[in-house]
């Protein structure tokens, strides 16, 4: 792979690899790769820190974590994941404040590639598309259910669509491009006009020659319905139980053990929105303080990315009472009570129309004045046979069907992700927005302290601390009234303690957004005192360490 990735391809694992392994040589003092588990197949799930070194430890410092590519056709996730990366990097060396205060004062946690399996499926010479493991389930035997199976049948590197002309077909050609299909509408349609039955590119298992049946792929996974909040066996793809596949068990337990996580956001596509939960309860049985710190955040993300916010169960909920669950955004605020989010990349209907799909267009599809706009865009945008966002159709004697035709969307590079050379204009300003909600955190800081003798060799020790972050230390309400996380506290040594706790603990401290609430008279809910009596020589050096679990750690030397 050359020195030098654009962003202009989908990368299969080596080469990410390696890529990843030439942006930690090149930056030595700002990136480090570790392994955090393995996935299905075996291979190395890596997590990419991110922080000046020179400045403390990743651990000590508040962080933001990112994610991408659970999915395996969402190529585009892990794309934006590398150009966040690179953000970061080429913006700490060509000095960039608000990059270098970032990773001076913050850590990036990111996962370019959760799902490396699956990715490899959806990228090999003859691809096969799965929504995320390609371990068997639930039958671990790999049994295909009688029905439709979606695979490349042509051997061209493509899964397209497949056409078969039915008097009765539910599908017919627009009236004014004939290659797009549309449904038939609802008064139906005019005598003598060719309708079809229009099937993903592939096989039909044990066909009886009538019926064709849409059964679940042997791998029928969903790994981003497989984390611990609301799951149920309900929800198509959830697993056998929370955290049983091996990808999910081993993200979760790398972020529980950095308890520095103050944000959350996962990488996918498609859609050009931010996703943030609830999926399975309304904004008003979410606490107001939570919801408000939500919008805040949101106007921020959709003024760098250009993508809307929106509620899941809010706005996306097709049916309030079959929810989804056991999403990672959702497990990142209920379980660990940080803000999540789920950017979804990519709109190809705002792409070929400027306008914005519908929120509910995951349900319904485009309507057939936007599809017709789609294929119109598509045929004008570069790019080989394989990466074609729309195939004109061609005869293909299928082994069970007989004559069909083969073509129409190509949705790897059409709905799923954008055409290759937009890539790097869509994941643009997704670093921006990482930066700014790093910096949100809460972040510790040493700002006052006092040494008073109180006789001989006997010393009074007042150390101030405060929040300069913005957000409260707890970083949500969600954490706060659940107990989730530990106070700030203060430790002193190198002397004889004769009042006090050696640890002392202030509790949450308030961060900037507290101006918002109090109206400017809520006098310093972000600052806290703690204070000792000592016994000690004159020209004694103490060490204070003020620490907590996500407003990161500062330390001070203290001379009687």
Known sequence: MAD???????????????????????????????????????????????????????????????????????????????????????????GDEQVVRALQTRTFYVVPRVNPDGAEWAMADSPQFRRSSVRHWPLADGHRWPGHQSEDIDGDGRILQMRLADDDGQWVPHPDDARLLVPVPLDGIAGGTQRYRLFGEGTIEDFDGFTMPKPRPPQGLDMNRNFPAGWGTSVPGSGDHPLSE?????????????????????????????????????????????????????????????????SVYEDFTWDPTETMSGASDDWAYEHLGVYGWTTEFWDLVH????????????????????????????????????????????????PQLGPVELGGWNDLYSWVNPPLHLLKAEVDGHGAFAVAQALAAPCLDIKYTDVEQLGPDTWQVSVGIANVGWLPTQVTEKAKKDGIVRPVAVELAGAEIVSGSARIELGQLDGAIAARFNRGDGGAPERALASWVVRCPAGTELSVTASHQRAGTKAAVITT
């Open 4 to 94: 030098v990735y654009d962003f202009d391809s989908f990368l299969r694992y080596e080469a990410l690899v390696t890529w990843l392994d030439q942006l930690a040589d090149k930056h030595p003092a700002l990136v480090t790769i570790e392994t955090y588990g393995q996935s299905h197949q075996g291979r190395d799930l890596l997590i990419v820190t991110v922080t000046d070194s020179s400045t403390g430890g990743h651990g000590t410092k508040p962080a933001h974590w990112i994610d991408a590519n659970i999915h395996s056709v969402e190529l585009t996730a892990s794309v934006a994941a590398c150009r966040v990366l690179q953000h970061l990097v080429d913006g700490f060396t060509a």
């Open 246 to 310: 091996p990808e999910i068990d081993a993200l979760i337990r790398a972020m529980v053990a950095r308890p520095n996580i103050c944000g959350f956001n996962a990488f996918h596509t498609s859609g050009g929105v931010l996703l943030r939960p609830s999926s399975t309860k309304s904004d008003s049985a979410l606490p107001p303080n939570d919801v408000w710190v939500w919008k805040e955040l949101a106007k921020r993300g959709s003024e760098f990315t250009g993508y809307p916010a929106h």
């Open 351 to 398: 792409a070929a129309t400027g306008e914005k799909a519908s929120t509910h267009f995951w349900y319904t599809g485009p309507t057939d004045a936007e599809a017709l706009a789609v294929v119109r865009w598509l045929d004008g945008q570069p790019g080989g046979a394989r990466t074609a966002g729309f195939v004109d159709w061609y005869e293909f004697d299928h």
